[in-house]
């Protein structure tokens, strides 16, 4: 076989095992969806039907179900408050290691890299019963506390990458030409770094959004999304699962699309 | 930042100085700047972080009248439930790994290779289950697996199938692992993926080349060249996933019910359904001692020159 040809060979290869890759993660993603948008009976029939005829019975049967929306909407406030309190927290620390070399400054990152090794329960037992202490117990504000402890680490260490990013040169410059440090983060870094701090700041709601276990054992009557779901798991049907699960995994489609210029940032990097 | 959103640096002439404000901040943005920056998270990780972890050995490890005790520990041992939660993580950690890595592995290099039209595209597609929830994930193979689920509908109208088959049959260990070793390894390893494409994109080209130049092929350019200069990306991968694998749960429960049962499911069940705090305290550290051994494992055993190390 001559050079060329083994070359488009193997190009054929790669595009076919990309693809094959690809619909390995699209394939479960189309079944929930699938599900999620079947009529209630569609839902229950067997064998189901792989392509289904529209119909938002079913999600309007979970949404309507006991509980559903106060949790929905439970759920987006806590997302939402824990991002507004790891940004405000963790942004100024994410500089600070960024842009300063101070004593202590190792041992601070390694001691936030390493948090990361703890596992949640660890948090979130503990803390259950603080909270019952404090009066707090089965509360959106509990909850974002708790949230708000496992997201911080991760938003210092990638807003730190993030201001990392941006050259000291320019910051410099600003100073030189009459501002002051606070002036030249607002008006030199922070227009610059603004895209990365929003994708920083999704990521944190997406954790909230996502977070199951300290949800359940933090709220009793006042549950969040994925915490109202875990817990009727067991004794609702087939449509009120399916819907649930698909809700849970909606906003990862948009996320994961909003940020994906970012992911390095704030993955890949994180560890450094 | 509302009226100066430009990018550039803005000219002298627009920016005014007030001079007391200045003073003011310079003395506050001295040598103690990075201190006063760093300070909020500092005493919020204290509050909410280090204070529960003291707070969970002292429910862990100390008895009604104050003292010492291992009792909560020999509760939890000697529950029923203990040997299957533990033996359960531990397969599902050992049999996930690997095969997490060489799908991972595979996925980065066919993003990462120049060849592939559409890569923006098959990254994304690659990364969604990073922002996937293990209750979603979980749900979402529950309804492939589940009898008169989508796998058994897809079966019988293939002709495959006659009477749909119980993949999720919870008399069978095997089987339920099997469900969730999929659904962990659909889920998860997109982060794998990501930290191997940003360790990938630190290779230079020109040692690619010149292996190709010197005559070898793809798999020795692998083992040889891509492999050994990503030991430090794999081994922060190897670590993260370690210790999420400790803590995998929801997945669990919603793909077996209560058909299987792992280290965070049995702390939980003491903590919501038995209501003593004391012994999921101490299955929390059980799973604390476990992820921080096996660190120290992965670091002995990756361990790898000062100049490569990424932590």
């Known amino acids: 076989m001559s050079g060329e040809s083994l070359a488009r060979m193997r190009t ?57 929306l106060p949790a929905l909407r439970r759920s987006v406030v806590v997302a939402f408050s824990t991002l507004a309190l790891a940004i405000v927290i963790g942004t100024p620390a994410g500089y ?43 509360s959106s504000f509990g909850l974002t506390l ?63 959004w996502n977070e199951v276990f300290a949800a359940s054992i933090l709220t009793l009557r006042n549950r969040t999304l994925p915490a109202q779901v875990l817990v009727a798991l067991t004794q609702s049907g087939l449509p009120f699962q399916f819907a649930g699960g698909f809700l849970l995994l909606a906003p990862a489609l948009v996320v994961v699309f909003v940020i994906r210029k970012y992911l390095f940032d704030l993955w890949g990097r994180v560890a450094r | 930042m509302t009226e ?12 005014r100085r007030p001079r007391g404000r200045d003073q003011l901040r310079a003395t506050l943005g001295g040598r103690n700047l990075p201190y006063w920056l760093v300070l909020p998270a500092i005493l919020y990780l204290a509050l909410f972080f280090a204070w529960p972890m003291v707070q969970a050995f002292g429910l862990a490890f100390v008895g009604e009248d104050g003292g010492l005790t291992l009792d909560h520990v020999r509760t ?13 993580t531990l397969l599902l950690l050992v049999i996930i790994i690997p095969i997490e890595f060489a799908v991972a592995l595979t996925m980065a290099l066919m993003v990462n290779s120049p060849r592939l039209r559409g890569r923006g595209l098959f990254l994304y597609i690659y990364a969604i289950p990073l922002a996937v929830s293990e209750l979603a994930a979980g749900i979402v193979w529950f309804a492939i697996f589940t009898q008169q689920g989508y796998l058994n509908s897809a079966l019988q109208q293939l002709g495959l199938a006659d009477v749909p088959f ?46 190709e130049l010197f005559g070898a092929g793809p798999l020795t350019r692998v083992r040889k060249v891509i492999l050994p200069m990503l030991k430090p990306s794999i081994q922060v991968a190897l670590i993260f996933r370690t210790i999420l694998a400790f803590q995998v749960f929801a997945t669990v429960i919603a793909l077996t019910g209560r058909g299987a049962t792992v280290l965070t499911a049995e702390a939980y069940r003491w903590q919501t359904d038995i209501r003593d705090a004391n012994v999921a305290a101490a299955y929390a550290g059980l799973i604390l001692a476990l992820s921080i051994v096996s660190t120290m494992v992965i670091l002995r055993l990756t361990r790898t020159p000062r100049e490569q190390r990424m932590i």
């Open chain 1, 146 to 208: 708790m949230h708000t402890a496992l997201a911080l680490p991760f938003t210092v260490l990638v807003t730190s990458s993030v201001f990392a990013g941006i050259s000291e040169e320019l910051e410099e410059a600003a100073m030189t030409l009459g501002c002051n440090r606070f002036s030249a983060v607002r008006r030199v870094v922070l227009p610059l770094a603004l895209p990365g701090l929003a994708a920083a700041a999704i990521f944190t709601w997406i954790i909230s």
């Open chain 1, 12 to 68: 054929v290869l790669l595009h076919a095992g990309a693809v094959l890759m690809a619909l390995w993660i699209l394939i479960p993603i189309y079944v929930i969806t699938a599900a999620a948008f079947s009529s209630p009976e569609a839902v229950f029939s067997f064998p189901k039907p792989l392509v289904p005829e529209i119909s938002t019975e079913t999600m309007e049967f979970f949404l309507g179900a006991t509980g559903v």
């Open chain 2, 76 to 88: 939890m041992v000697d529950d029923v439930a203990f040997p299957g939660a533990l033996r359960f």
């Open chain 2, 166 to 211: 119980i993949w999720l049959d919870p008399r069978s260990t095997e089987q339920l692992l099997l469900a969730v070793v999929l659904a962990e390894v659909w889920r998860s390893t997109s982060l794998i993926m990501i930290i191997l494409v940003a360790g990938l994109q630190g290779i230079p080209r020109d040692y690619l080349e010149a292996a």
């Open chain 1, 96 to 138: 600070a290691l960024a842009r300063f070399r101070f004593r202590g400054a190792d041992t601070f990152r390694v001691s936030i890299v390493s948090t990361r090794a703890f596992p949640i329960v660890i948090l979130a037992i503990p803390l259950a019963v603080t909270f019952i202490r404090f009066g707090i117990d089965d």
């Open chain 2, 4 to 15: 100066q959103s430009t990018t550039t640096v803005p000219g002298g002439a627009g920016v």
